[in-house]
């Protein structure tokens, strides 16, 4: 909740402070922009290779592809120029039919192991691996816990499986504490 802390300017200006205790409570997330060279082929991948559909939001004034990824969330493309992506920030996508995703990729070879580690099982049972698309944009894509059972047991003898979650040996383990 915003609460107003009164008018302090000498330009008589309204400023609004927020006391300690407000909070603004999240959701959920609605949409994540990725920035690209070639919009075709980059909103390809994940409409053809991940079967993100694509959104009619009208007119826009630059290159740009809205993607449906469920029925809260969209990923948002636009072809502008922004620097190269980061090399370990990402987003995620559980995907359902994890393993005929996962070789499609490997089929693709766009398979990634230099940023976060090979591909791994989560404590909860959850398998991971990470690819780049074809702006070089990282995505994670997990499997559901309760398909654990179904994973195709010969990608755990890939040669990219790393078993365990990632460790960063950096032995820094600080978390944000409020």
Not at 40 to 67: I, N, V, W
Not at 135 to 141: G, I, S, T, Y
Not at 142 to 156: K, N, Q, V
Request: charged share 20%; aromatic share 10%.
């Amino acid at each position: 909740m915003l609460q107003y802390l009164g008018v302090n300017s000498p330009s008589g200006r309204i400023v609004i402070a927020l006391s300690k205790s407000a909070t603004m409570p999240t959701t959920r997330l609605h949409h994540v922009t990725l920035m690209c060279d070639d919009l075709q082929s980059t909103a390809a991948f994940y409409h053809r290779e991940l079967g993100l559909q694509p959104l009619d939001k009208g007119m826009l004034d630059y290159p740009g592809c809205f993607l449906r990824i469920n029925a809260d969330q969209e990923l948002h493309l636009a072809e502008m120029e922004d620097g190269s992506p980061s090399f370990r920030g990402h987003f995620c996508l559980q995907v359902k039919n994890f393993n005929r995703i996962f070789w499609r990729m490997h089929a693709l070879d766009i398979l990634e192991t230099s940023a976060w580690g090979k591909i791994r099982e989560l404590p909860n049972g959850v398998i991971q691996f990470y690819v780049r698309d074809p702006a070089q944009n990282l995505v994670e894509l997990t499997s559901f816990p309760e398909d654990r059972e179904a994973i195709d047991p010969s990608i755990f003898a890939h040669p990219f499986w790393g078993g365990t979650p990632y460790q960063s040996g950096l032995g820094d383990g600080r978390k944000y504490v409020p």
